[in-house]
Nanobody, 120 residues
Framework: QVQLVESGGGLVQAGGSLRLSCTAS????????MSWYRQVPGKQRELVAG???????NYADSAKGRFTISRDNAKNTVYLQMNSLKPEDTAAYYC??????????????WGQGTQVTVSS
């Protein structure tokens, strides 16, 4: 069984920063891509940033220049450094990871979500 546990959300003023963390644990053979998504009530979950096991990165346009995704493979952890936060960044942020528990099976797992609220 695999678990993703997120932390680091909270309330911050516009222009402030937060750092989200997500750690995978359990029966893990390897972790492929790790990503951050966000969702506001009534809207679809959207990709914020993703990083592959080799370090290739992609960002949503809304995150470019303000957010930085990174990962520590030794710790099975992905981070999202969010700077210059705006009220429109307010959302529940979810970690996603594509994990091989037993070759050749790869499954996608989700964390429970962490709330980020940016006040104006």
């Amino acid at each position: 069984q695999v678990q993703l546990v997120e932390s680091g959300g909270g309330l911050v003023q516009a222009g402030g920063s937060l750092r989200l963390s997500c750690t995978a644990s359990g029966t893990i053979f390897s972790i492929n891509a790790m990503s951050w998504y966000r969702q506001v009530p009534g809207k679809q979950r959207e990709l914020v940033a993703g990083i592959t096991s080799s370090g290739s990165i992609n960002y949503a346009d809304s995150a470019k220049g303000r957010f930085t995704i990174s990962r520590d493979n030794a710790k099975n952890t992905v981070y999202l450094q969010m700077n210059s936060l705006k009220p429109e960044d307010t959302a529940a942020y979810y970690c996603n990871a594509r994990i091989t528990t037993k070759l050749p099976i790869v499954n996608a797992y989700w964390g429970q979500g962490t709330q980020v609220t940016v006040s104006s």
